[in-house]
């Protein structure tokens, strides 16, 4: 069984820094790809980041230059959000996947005040 956690989330100011992290365990074969996502309230839940097992990465435009995705594992992922602002104020997802499978994690709260 799978299950993914993430911790990090919480109240910062605009401007400021957080980092999430998304800790996987069970059965997760080290060919995978995990992604984090989020959901505003009253939006679509919507891609902000990917890796690879590689290491390859992709960012959503919104997040460019601000947000990094990293590895500490093939079960371990981290989200470096710098420069935060109000529009990032979401639900944070943390996603697995790999062939035929996805799985998500329950999310963390991130507030930005202004």
């Known amino acids: 069984q799978v299950q993914l956690v993430e911790s990090g989330g919480g109240l910062v100011q605009a401007g400021g820094s957080l980092r999430l992290t998304c800790a996987g365990s069970?059965?997760?074969?080290?060919?995978?790809?995990m992604a984090w996502y989020r959901q505003a309230p009253g939006k679509q839940r919507e891609l902000v980041a990917t890796i690879t097992t590689s290491g390859s990465t992709t960012y959503a435009d919104s997040v460019k230059g601000r947000f990094t995705i990293s590895r500490a594992s093939y079960k371990m992922v981290y989200l470096q959000m710098n420069s935060l602002n109000v529009e990032d104020t979401a639900v944070y997802y943390c996603?697995?996947?790999?062939?035929?499978?996805?799985?998500w994690g329950q999310g963390t709260q991130v507030n930005v005040s202004s």
């Open positions: 996603k697995a996947s790999w062939i035929g499978r996805a799985y």
């Open positions: 069970g059965s997760i074969p080290s060919y995978n790809t």
